[in-house]
């Protein structure tokens, strides 16, 4: 059974860090990409990073550059997404998603075929 499991959301003042993982199992993120999402309430699902785990290629939305990091241990089937000087509108549900090597780099959530059940991000001013 494919499944993924996100964790090390909280809640953190404007300027703090998290670290989010995302947990694999079931399949092997060597074979596919892994997505960071994220959405807050009344709005869509949103891209923030992705990562083809493969040849290490690294995607990342605008609102993310610089300031997020995305990284895998192949070894352990995890993805990390370390976020660094977080801002109130970085406030949201963050999910981990799965995508065929088809749709590498896509910010597009209909491209995802599993997801995790997400971890709330709190962001306070």
């Known amino acids: 059974e494919v499944q993924l499991v996100e964790s090390g959301g909280g809640s953190v003042q404007a300027g703090g860090s998290l670290r989010l993982s995302c947990a694999a199992s079931?399949?092997?993120?060597?074979?596919?990409?892994i997505g960071w999402f994220r959405q807050a309430p009344g709005r869509e699902r949103q891209g923030v990073s992705s990562?083809?785990?493969?040849?290490?290629?690294?995607y990342y939305a605008v609102s993310a550059k610089g300031r997020f990091t995305i990284s895998s241990d192949n070894v352990k089937n995890t993805v990390y997404l370390q976020m660094n000087s977080l801002r109130p509108e970085d406030t949201a549900v963050y999910y981990c998603g799965r995508t065929t090597r088809y749709h590498s780099g896509s910010d597009y959530s209909h491209d995802y075929d599993s997801w995790g059940q997400g971890t709330q991000v709190t962001v306070s001013s």
């Open positions: 990562i083809n785990t493969s040849d290490g290629s690294k």
């Open positions: 079931g399949f092997s993120i060597d074979d596919y990409d």
